[in-house]
């Protein structure tokens, strides 16, 4: 490279990605590279596909075409959107922390971090659904993960909770580690994100958010949703072509 | 004392609901009851076999199982298993195979009720050691892959992406479960191994605040089951199988019970 820096290293490299759910098809042609330190954040309607792709790139489903390429010894940390524990299973939230990352401090430090040390104790089936999403992201970092994937993070979070989760996951990018997120949530997605994949079965534009909420694909397939999380983006940095963009969602 | 065969048929009873409480348990926790059902129905077909080629029964039935574990398996990978209809078409199916390979064979129809129900009073010293042996391999291999199964158990999506190698564990589980439910077949029969194996699982759950505290709790409540069912059969003169599953739903109901005895005495007890 011309100023001598070199990318950041790749972790994991798809190119192709295709994947077909009884014979339909639901990812097609994906290209996608997650790098250290970057947040990639994959946004779209229901039933883009966002969640199988996250599923293809942890190796949870086998992508039926194209080749995926993950770096050897890659540790993943990953926070499926819910959890499909049986009610009758009985475990205390330390206990599936342990499973996570067997250093016990980690898990304990972990909790602590997030402020839900007092539920170490709780069994699982105790917890309410953010409690839950909290005890599944820290015992995600707890893993001290290089590659940490959210499907849909946000969820019953209240407004502060997100402004926090998105300094944390500012912080652990900025610790090297790469962040791909899947979110409905388009203020916690541009307010965070370093590149946003608008994905609808294809990656249909992509760019750091700054250029994919001028991306009229962009609002073609999010719609007015699109067009309301961006006033808000440029209410905070500024900006003032918000109307000039809420009429052309409307056109597109 | 293996001559009592009273003293052989609680010793493999009790060895048997020591090795079904742990893979009961996860039966119960992976929801996969059917499964289980699809599995021991296969064991007619096994016992046929056995008689077939006049090797012992509990080898064949192990032998068949798990044949039957992985197919179901691979119908299950495949996307193909996805419901309640398929597993019970295949579980009957199963059982409608092996009695019909069963009534093929001169002067066994008499002893058919035996393979449904069980038939644990007639269990040779040589069987009581397979199934000891059985237990033995369960328990070890179980012991081995137990921190992988467990997570795949909470969430099998999550164990995978963790690289827990949780789809060979789970593989390995439903070999296993092949075992036990030859080991059972003996003891309650073909028709009852899954209650067999659901029922204290069931009856502990409640009770318990740790996967590895449910699993001691269900082979406690296995072992009584098998003691009182035995005893009772002996008493009355009724059919072993059924009445160690029959003692196994009276301790279920009052296991279910106890938590709100347990508020009863605290509110009377005021």
Redesign the interface.
Known sequence: MPNGAEPPEALVTGSGLSFAYEGSLVLEGIDLTLRRGEIVTLVGPNGAGKSTLAKVLVGVLKAKSGSLDVKAGTVVGYVPQRLNIDPTMPITVRRFMSLGSPARDRGASALADLRIGHLMDKQLRELSGGQLQRVLLARALSRKPDLLVLDEPGQGLDIESQAELSALLGAVRNQGCAVLLISHDLSLVLSCTDRVLCIDRRICCSGTPDSVVHDPDYHRILGPRAADALALYQQRSGGAEVVDLRKRADRA | MLDDFFMRALLGGVAVALIAAPLGCFV????MAYFGDALSHSALLGIALGLLLDIDTILTVAIVGAAMALLLLLLRRR?RLANDTALGLLSHGALGLGLLALSFMEGLRLDLLGYLFGDVLAVSSSQLLLIGLLGVVVVAVLTFIW?PL??S??????A????RSGSAAEVVFLLLLALVVAAAMKLVGVLLITALLLLP??AA?GL????E??VVLAAGLGVASVVGGLEASLLWDTPSGPSIVVAALVLFAVAQSLPSLGRLVAVTGR
Request: hydrophobic content about 40%; glycine content about 12%; cysteine-free.
């Open positions: 119960v926790w992976r929801r996307g921190r467990l997570l158990s909470i969430d099998s999506d999550l995978t992406a963790e690289g699982a069931a759950r318990a605040r740790t996967p505290g449910m």
